[in-house]
């Protein structure tokens, strides 16, 4: 099992960056896709991206692709998500979120970090 701690949300002005963090506390980091996803108010929660365990593989949601950077550092078991060109449609509540590498749906979830955009 894994236990994840998200931080780096923030109030930022719209064409600022941030960078969320996630650290996970468990075994074998490396056997687990992580993910960030997002929850705007009023909606429902959506992917934004993921990476494989060791990385190789990377996915994104269409709206931050050239904006977003997804990474993660294995000797650290920690996840990274690096958001650049904010815009205000970017607010939402980001989660983090692991899954075993051979399940199909993310199994556990961190509890949240919000991220303000202002315009």
């Known amino acids: 099992q894994l236990q994840l701690v998200e931080s780096g949300g923030g109030l930022v002005q719209a064409g600022g960056s941030l960078r969320l963090s996630c650290a996970a506390s468990?075994?074998?980091?490396?056997?687990?896709?992580m993910g960030w996803f997002r929850q705007a108010p009023g909606k429902e929660r959506e992917f934004v991206a993921d990476t494989s365990g060791g990385g190789g593989t990377i996915n994104y949601l269409d709206s931050v692709k050239g904006r977003f950077t997804i990474s993660r550092d294995n000797a650290k078991n920690t996840v990274y998500l690096q958001m650049n060109s904010l815009k205000p449609e970017d607010t939402a509540v980001y989660y983090c979120?692991?899954?075993?590498?051979?399940?199909?749906?993310?199994?556990?979830w961190g509890q949240g970090t919000q991220v303000t955009v202002s315009s």
């Open positions: 979120a692991a899954r075993a590498i051979l399940r199909s749906a993310y199994e556990y």
């Open positions: 468990g075994r074998s980091f490396t056997h687990y896709y």
